[in-house]
């Protein structure tokens, strides 16, 4: 072999092992609830928390969207941000605000952009349900447009509260993955509804045998938020797929511990 043919051959391997280490998502059960903040003392859904779960390896990091009466879709958990309304308020009243870091209430757009550098941490968009179907339409079409206006589309995955949006993604969004956040639907309702799976709170899986129905029939499976040590150790034992959390360093020690016990 010439040294010509050489050098191609290494540079042609060179390039294949950076676009796999490039696409080598996290492989754990691992999710940060509202980003990683807690340990720092890091403002919730903010880019600073998003930055850190991705730093600490996370699986993938949750996060809110609302949508302000501009119609623009921005982070934030819960309808108000610092007493200012978001359903009523526009993005410029609300950056009358700062977060205790400095940063502005992020948009959906600047949220996402903050994380495509990386492909190691999934984005788990929470869609927040509105006050009727319209409304609701009107923000999960607002989102799928960023979406794919930044080609973020393997970035994310998407959970609700609401059934109706859960099913508006499952039609308009293929492929996507649709969890649903709620625990009143069983998972073979979820299968023959078209989606990917469960992310329901754990004290609700402490009562069936969800977690085991859904792996047998191809559904993935979440809880949230589970804080507590004993608690994550008994979803690991059932093989749950992903635990949300507001310690992920915790549970990364969890896992750690009774991977060790095998």
Request: include cysteine; charged fraction near 25%; aromatic fraction near 8%.
């Amino acid at each position: 072999m010439n040294l010509t043919r050489l050098i191609i051959l290494l540079l042609i391997f060179s390039t294949k092992t950076m676009a796999q280490n490039q696409n080598n998502w996290n492989m754990n059960k691992v999710i940060a609830h509202r980003g990683a903040w807690k340990t720092n003392n890091l403002p919730q859904n903010s880019i600073a928390s998003l930055q850190e779960a991705i730093r600490l390896n996370c699986y993938g990091s949750e996060f809110d969207v609302q949508l302000t009466s501009d119609g623009i879709p921005v982070v934030n958990h819960d309808p108000d941000f610092m007493g200012l309304p978001i359903a009523t308020s526009t993005y410029q009243q609300l950056r009358a605000k700062q977060l205790s870091n400095g940063e502005y209430i992020p948009t959906l757009e600047s949220y996402i952009k903050a994380a495509l550098s990386q492909k190691s941490t999934k984005l788990i968009l929470e869609i927040k349900p509105q006050k009727n179907k319209e409304s609701e339409d009107l923000l999960t079409q607002k989102v799928l447009q960023i979406v794919h206006e930044l080609k973020a589309q393997e970035w994310i995955e998407y959970i609700s509260f609401s059934y109706h949006i859960c099913q508006y993604l499952v039609a308009n969004e293929k492929g996507a993955r649709v969890s649903y956040l709620e625990a009143n639907v069983n998972p073979e309702q979820l299968k023959k509804d078209g989606l990917s799976g469960f992310d329901y709170h754990y004290t609700a899986l402490n009562k069936n045998n969800w977690i085991e129905k859904a792996t047998e029939i191809g559904l993935s499976t979440n809880a949230w938020t589970v804080n507590d040590a004993k608690d994550m150790d008994k979803l690991i034992e059932r093989n749950i797929g992903y635990i949300t959390t507001n310690e992920p360093e915790l549970l990364f020690e969890r896992l750690k511990h009774k991977k060790g016990d095998e």
